[in-house]
């Protein structure tokens, strides 16, 4: 199947300081990449979709300015948490869909765990 | 509004047959998804449904009632590395993946 690279997978930071993750589709092209966050015991929730060349779409209630999303080729998109505090700690997931094949299905990057000191 | 309905936990025996049920109600519906998470991974696709019926995939079968708005994950000859949580996604009309908040699995020995 295709695959999906995210990386740091591991990031500790302190309060204040901007942290950059990256998503990368390695043998695909990913038009639209979808960054989730995941907090201890919960699901994975939809922060927002990123679009190739253009903005990306935020969930509601999640920051554009906190979260900026870049996605500036069909395999690379790249989510920065500026100013990070504590409460951004979480696991940070982003997933591509393969259009060019017609399963639907989903790939997911192997996620990135954020702790803010 | 949508919504996405799973038992929050279950436990089964190794060499058991579990059965994970999954009720949803979305805007429109363009196939469901189970996908399996062990702690601290990124979740990891098990099986795609849009038409009625049963999949089969090894140990792992999926089945889907559209009229129902119900899905089933059955996982057979249950092994101790099946201890994860299952989550169950369905897809709407427009192409927006509703999660829900899984089902953790608890295999005992």
């Not at chain 1, 790249?78 to 505090?85: I, K």
């Not at chain 2, 696709?45 to 038409?51: A, E, K, R, T």
Request: hydrophobic share 35%; glycine share 8%; proline share 3%.
């Amino acid at each position: 199947g295709a695959v999906v690279s995210q990386h740091p997978s591991w990031v500790i930071c302190k309060s204040g300081t901007s942290v950059k993750i990256e998503c990368r589709s390695l043998d695909f092209q990913a038009t639209t990449m979808f960054w989730y966050r995941q907090f201890p015991k919960q699901s994975l929730m939809l922060m927002a979709t990123s679009n190739e060349g253009s903005k990306a779409t935020y969930e509601q209630g999640v920051e554009k300015d906190k979260f900026l999303i870049n996605h500036a080729s069909l395999t690379l998109s790249t989510l920065t948490v500026t100013s990070a505090h504590p409460e951004d700690s979480s696991f940070y997931i982003c997933s591509a869909r393969d259009t060019s094949v017609d399963t639907g299905e989903l790939f997911f990057g192997e996620g990135s765990r954020l702790t803010v000191l | 509004g949508q919504n996405i309905d799973q038992p929050t936990e279950m436990t089964a025996t190794e060499g058991a047959i579990v059965q994970i049920n999954c009720t949803y109600q979305t805007s429109g519906f363009n196939g469901l998804f189970w996908y399996q998470q062990h702690a601290g991974e990124a979740p990891t696709f098990l099986s795609y449904n849009v038409l009625d019926g049963l999949e089969e995939k090894g140990r792992f079968s999926s089945f889907l009632s559209r009229s129902k708005g119900y899905s089933y994950l059955l996982l057979k000859e249950l092994q101790m590395k099946d201890s994860a949580s299952y989550l169950c996604a369905a897809l709407d009309s427009n192409y927006q993946l509703i999660w829900g908040a899984g089902t953790k699995l608890i295999i005992k020995p």
